[in-house]
């Protein structure tokens, strides 16, 4: 008969606690996976949500226990102590996971806008290279250790912000500064093109008028005057490929 009385007094309601907090429980991880989609498989959240379980299942435990020991009744407040601490824990999980959500939706926008910003800056780097390399050609060489120096800029600056992605720190005011490689860039054009216009081919026109584009060997280096002794070939804005030997 205390065995009976003990199940129908305390045994009863201990375990209606617990199913409470099962309930409660499933409901949060329901709101988390339907809310909170994104992040509702990451390592974070998995963790946190498994914890809760656990210690519902611990709970669940000690009742079962003090049961089969014939102490529930004597430490029941004790052992259902925990049915408040959890129900707390519950509603921080999710706010926890909401949370985590809102964050990793602003790391992924900001990182989507700032790669964007990051390309830009590369395009421009790309065009800039490719004019010295294609119109200042003759004075191409003189430029290569600048373009280095601004890709190195974008790189790490890309390299931040990957970092800070990973670590899912980005904001919506997340930037990057990309100033003194723009004004780098504008720079290394303007002082290729000067370079270009100091050298001897500048300016020299073809039969047609076309403009000489640049002097190459037979073997195709390009040169910045011609060569004395060798066959030089001129090439010209309007196509025209020439071939003169210098005496």
């Given amino acids: 008969m205390k065995v009976i009385n003990s199940f129908i007094a305390y045994y009863t ?4 606690s617990i199913q ?7 409901a949060a991880v329901e709101k988390i996976n339907t809310e909170a989609a994104n992040v509702k498989d990451s390592a974070i959240v998995v963790n946190a949500v498994q914890e809760v379980a656990v210690r519902i299942e611990d709970l669940q435990k000690s009742v079962n226990e003090a049961y089969a020991n014939e102490t529930l009744a004597t430490i029941y407040d004790e052992v259902l102590a925990p ?27 900001a990182y989507t806008r700032l790669t964007a910003d990051i390309a830009a800056v590369q395009a421009k780097l790309d065009a800039a290279k490719t004019t010295i390399e294609t119109d200042y ?45 723009e004004a780098g860039i504008e720079k290394v054009l303007a002082d290729a093109k000067k370079a270009h216009e100091g050298s001897s081919i500048a300016g020299v026109k073809g ?3 076309a403009e000489l584009l640049g002097i190459y060997t037979v073997s195709g280096k390009r ?8 066959v030089n070939i001129f090439k010209y804005s309007d196509g025209a490929v020439k071939k003169f030997y210098m005496k």
């Fill in 13 to 16: 309601p201990a375990n209606d």
């Fill in 20 to 26: 409470g907090l099962r309930t409660r429980y499933e």
């Fill in 83 to 109: 049915v408040v601490e959890i129900d707390t824990a519950i509603v921080d999980m999710v706010e926890m996971v909401l949370d985590y959500q809102q964050k990793v939706t602003a790391n992924e926008e």
């Fill in 137 to 181: 050609a003759e004075v191409a060489e003189q430029f290569t250790a600048d373009i280095a120096a601004l890709q190195e800029d974008i790189d790490s600056i890309s390299n931040e912000v990957k970092d800070l992605y990973d670590e899912v720190k980005l904001t919506a005011e997340s930037q990057i500064d990309a100033t003194a490689i």
């Fill in 207 to 209: 039969p047609e008028g």
């Fill in 223 to 230: 040169v910045a005057a011609p060569l004395k002794g060798q």
